[in-house]
């Protein structure tokens, strides 16, 4: 018997020791994602699987819980022989939301896990043709939809039973071992079943002989060849046909093989389909854009997983997704006749994403990670402040209005943050009535500015006047380019107007943002408005304390290093505190307090560097006090910095400006343009 590692034999032993697989599409997938570390997260209030599989590259998906453990639970219903396994999976959202990026990122991370020799997928070719003397000068016919070892294994004789009898005597299969491949049994396709028989009629039906026919080749995982991660987008309406999915008639095969009956006289690698057929994932990008008679091929392939031609059959193994934008896909379930496709479809809403902290990471996909310069090639820096400010605003615009959480709230909620004396459970009660609403753009996160408006936004900053004569991408600027994405890309009236009034609140927080750093830079300190908040938290729990002495000085120990610290707690800075947040009276600063002091001991045990620094009322309240306190008789510090005209405001102006520049991350140009910010009165809320 030859020992060459692509025969037959071998490769079921391989089977057999485990050191070669033999699985169907959703199998591997789901493999593939379940061994990858998995941890829950609470998202909006609610605790969800996180599948780590999804979270590691340079480039990985950002959020997108719900929609991901939609799809792991398909592919795992599918691989369990679940109904999951005759449909297709549909992700339907709006534009610029990630769809595609989500499945490009799949199919990446499949050919990867592919790539690795205890999961590489195999087919077969049949060799020495031209001695059998039907197919010409064709001597190697690979099988065309690149089916496995195992499948021909399976129908080695047209008798299954004779089949399951040859597998245990000749390669020791035990019955259950054999019961487990048969799980995945599939009859050869026409042309291979064809060949097979030409193959068997020629050796007289001696097994052995056949065999030698058979060479085991690994499948190519090359991307641009389509093969095991396959796309299809979708064409205009005259130039696309059923040929580009399941392949047409080969001339030039025809030169050569004298039995018009045979099928291999079809090339079924020119459609997309057989390229993937061998356990691949075929991607159909804006699938209810294709013409009536394309979709109805893929009502066939979804539900049966063959292709079919002219009556000729071949069966296949692919995990099919595809993705649809919402204008698309309800034009297209409005004609009811369409409705058998609809049914073999599993819909996936995609929302846009909500949480805003999570949204500065997809900010800096947009923003790119490569070092920007000007049109004039002069290095471009970037405002420390632009992703927060841009962030900020287009999640802003993808939170549906709701009477009981103000915007604000609901961003903040939406990030797992404190809002004030509202909950999560607030949240959920609006995501669950709005999830309600039949039209799916109502929905939570379903409609707003996406990813593809965040770029343009921020190539028309790059591309500006005042950033390439600045040098610099200052962070206010991009208010303005959103507004002009919104006047330029959103055509509904109600949504453009609801968009404006978002990037004001936007502006709001913003100017939020900047009085905190414009503090920081004041005290010479990077953190110095962390400090200022935690000192007021610990002010709050230490004041109530019983080892309190007459100097008011408390000692505790810091959770986040374990040392013991001593802190002299000011009654009056509390006040001051408690009184810009509006507590006027002794119960309101009390309830506020146990709020806090429950929010301390709430957080502290899951992450002991806890800041407050999401607790945006609170520091704006510490921020107002140190601020708008006198700074060596000049005024106010917006009043010292404004007024320029005497040497002690120009020395506090030239070291802030220096904090600026080499301790907050700023350039000249923006540090001018903040402070310039910071002294007018502009979207002051």
Known sequence: MSTNNNTLHYHLRAVKKGERRFENAFQSVSRMILESEISKVTVKG????????????????????????????????????????????????????????????????????????????????????????RYGKITTIESQTYEDPVILAMNLFEDLDETRAFLSKEFNFSDKEIEKLFENYRPLGACTSYLWNDIQMFTEGNIQEMLTFVEVIPVPLIESLGTVTGKYPAKDKITSSAVDLLGEESIQRLLYIADTNNPYRFDLRRGALARVAGGGIHFVDEIFKNKKDLIQVYLGVI???????????????????????????????????????????????????????????????AIGSEAKTTLTNQNLHQDPNLNYAASVAVVLTRLPRSE???????????????????????????????????????????????QRNLGRAIQLLVESSE?????????????????????????????????????????????????????????????????????????????????????????????????????????????????????????????????????????????????????LELIKAVTDVRLKSDISGAGSLIGALA????????????????????????????????????CTQEDDQ
């Open 46 to 133: 609610k605790t969800i699987y996180d599948y780590s599989i999804f979270r590691t590259g340079r480039k990985h998906i950002i959020g997108m819980y719900d929609e991901l453990n939609s799809f792991v639970s398909y592919v795992k219903d599918a691989s369990e022989g679940g109904s999951s396994k005759e449909m297709a999976f549909v992700l339907v959202g709006e534009p610029g939301n990630g769809k595609t990026f989500l499945v490009d990122f799949i199919s990446a991370k499949y050919r990867d896990f592919l790539a690795k020799d205890n999961n590489r997928r195999y087919t077969f070719r049949f060799v020495n043709m031209d001695k059998i003397g």
């Open 467 to 615: 950033t390439n004569e600045g040098q610099c991408m200052f962070a206010y600027d991009i208010f303005k380019m959103l507004e002009r994405i919104v006047l330029d890309y959103v055509t509904d009236a109600n949504q453009r107007a609801k968009y404006m009034e978002d990037l004001k609140i936007a502006k709001g927080l913003y100017r939020e943002r900047i009085m905190t750093e414009m503090f920081n830079a004041y005290m010479d300190e990077p953190l110095a408005i962390r400090k200022d908040v935690l000192n007021y938290v610990n002010m709050i729990i230490g004041v109530d304390a019983e080892n309190l002495g007459p100097d008011m000085i408390w000692k505790y120990k810091d959770p986040q290093t374990g040392e013991l610290k001593a802190l002299k707690i000011d009654e009056r800075f509390i006040n001051n505190v408690e009184e810009r947040l509006g507590l006027k009276t002794k119960e309101q600063k009390d309830t506020f307090r146990t709020s806090i002091r429950k929010i301390y001991g709430q957080k502290i045990s899951l992450k002991p560097d806890y800041d407050f620094m999401d607790n």
């Open 303 to 365: 539900q049966n997983r063959t292709i079919e031609i002219e009556g000729f059959k071949w069966p296949i193994d692919t995990l099919i997704i595809a993705t649809s934008n919402n204008s698309e896909y309800y034009s297209f379930i409005s004609e009811k006749e369409e409705a058998p496709i609809v049914d073999r479809c599993r819909i996936c809403y995609v929302a846009h994403n909500t949480d805003y902290m999570l949204q500065r990471e997809l900010t800096s996909y």
């Open 643 to 678: 007024n320029r005209t005497n040497e002690e405001n120009q020395k506090l102006y030239d070291r802030m400006v220096n904090t600026m520049l080499n301790k907050l991350n700023y350039c000249k140009t923006c540090a001018q343009k903040t402070i310039e910010y910071f």
């Open 404 to 450: 009981k959480l103000t915007p604000i709230e609901t961003m903040k909620l939406a990030a797992g943050e404190v809002a004030g004396e509202k909950s999560l459970i607030t949240l959920s009660e609006v995501i669950e009535t709005l999830n309600q609403d039949p039209n799916i753009t109502n929905r939570f996160g379903q409609s707003g500015l996406g």
